[in-house]
C-alpha cells in the first residue's frame, strides 16, 4: 500500500511536469517505477497506459486553446503510428535500453538547452513556418515511432526537440503537436504491447487518478499561462532529468 501511495505521488508530479510542455510522461513514469522496484515486465504497457490517458487531456486542452491544427500533426502520425506498433512487438533488453534512451534523451535536452539560450541572446526565438515539411514529417514520424513502441514512450520527448531544433513548428504549437503524437503513438504502441506482455499491475486505477489530475494542472498550465522561453527550457530540464536517470539506472 506504501509502494503505491509514494508511486502515484511522483506519478502525479511527472504528469503535470511533463503536460506543461506537451509530452504525456512515459520516460518519466518508467523512471519512477524503476525507482520503486515494480516489475520490468508491467513497466512498458503500465507506462504506456498511463501516457495514453495524459496524452488525451493535453490534446484536448491545446485543441480548446487553439493551438492544434492537425495539418501540423498528421504527417507525423501516417507513419508514425504502423512504426510504433511494431516497435511495441520489440522487447529490449534493459541493458541496451536504458542507456541507448537515456543518451537520446540527455543530448537533445542539452541542444535544446543551448539553442534557446542562443536564440535568447538575440531576444527572440527564430519564427516557424506555418507547417511542417511534408516527407520530413513521414520520416521522422516513422523512425520516432518505431523508437518510441520499442522503449514505451509516447514519442512526443524525441518529436519536439527535432522540431524546435528544425524550426518547424512555433513553441507553444510544438507542445500541442507534441500532446496530439503521443496519443496517437501511445494507443498503436500500447496494442503492439499487449500482443505480448498481456499484464497490468492491479494499483493501476489509482495510478491512472494520479496521473489524470497531474495532466489536467499541466495542461492547463502550458496551453495558457507559461511563457514560450520558459516551456523550452523546462522542456529541456525534463528531458536532461529523464536521460540522466536512465544512464544510471
Not at 14 to 36: D, E, H, K, N
Not at 100 to 106: M, P
Not at 133 to 138: G, I, K, N, S, Y
Amino acid at each position: 500500500m506504501e509502494e503505491t501511495v509514494e508511486l502515484s505521488g511522483l506519478i502525479l508530479v511527472v504528469a503535470a511536469l511533463y503536460a506543461a510542455v506537451g509530452q504525456a510522461g512515459a520516460s518519466g513514469y518508467l523512471a519512477v517505477m524503476g525507482m520503486v522496484g515494480l516489475d520490468p515486465a508491467v513497466m512498458k504497457p503500465a507506462a504506456l497506459t498511463l501516457n495514453l490517458l495524459v496524452a488525451a487531456i493535453g490534446t484536448a486542452r491545446f485543441a480548446r486553446a487553439g493551438l492544434l491544427h492537425w495539418r501540423n500533426v498528421y504527417p507525423f502520425g501516417v507513419l508514425g503510428m504502423p512504426f510504433s506498433f511494431a516497435g511495441g512487438l520489440v522487447h529490449l533488453p534493459a541493458a541496451a535500453y536504458y542507456p541507448v534512451v537515456g543518451a537520446c534523451l540527455l543530448l537533445a535536452g542539452l541542444e535544446l538547452t543551448r539553442s534557446t539560450w542562443v536564440a535568447g541572446r538575440r531576444r527572440a526565438v527564430p519564427a516557424a513556418p506555418d507547417h511542417p515539411p511534408f516527407w520530413a514529417a513521414l520520416a521522422a514520424g516513422a523512425g520516432i515511432g518505431f523508437l518510441s513502441g520499442m522503449t514505451g514512450t509516447g514519442g512526443g520527448i524525441f518529436l519536439a526537440p527535432l522540431i524546435l531544433l528544425m524550426g518547424w513548428v512555433e513553441t507553444r504549437r510544438t507542445a500541442a503537436v507534441s500532446a496530439a503524437f503521443n496519443l496517437l503513438n501511445s494507443a498503436s504502441a500500447l496494442l503492439g504491447t499487449w500482443a505480448t506482455v498481456p499484464a497490468l499491475p492491479p494499483a493501476l486505477p489509482v495510478w491512472l487518478m494520479a496521473a489524470g489530475a497531474g495532466g489536467l494542472f499541466g495542461a492547463w498550465l502550458g496551453s495558457r499561462h507559461l511563457p514560450v522561453v520558459a516551456l523550452r527550457y523546462l522542456l529541456s530540464a525534463i528531458l536532461v532529468a529523464s536521460g540522466v536517470k536512465m544512464l544510471m539506472a
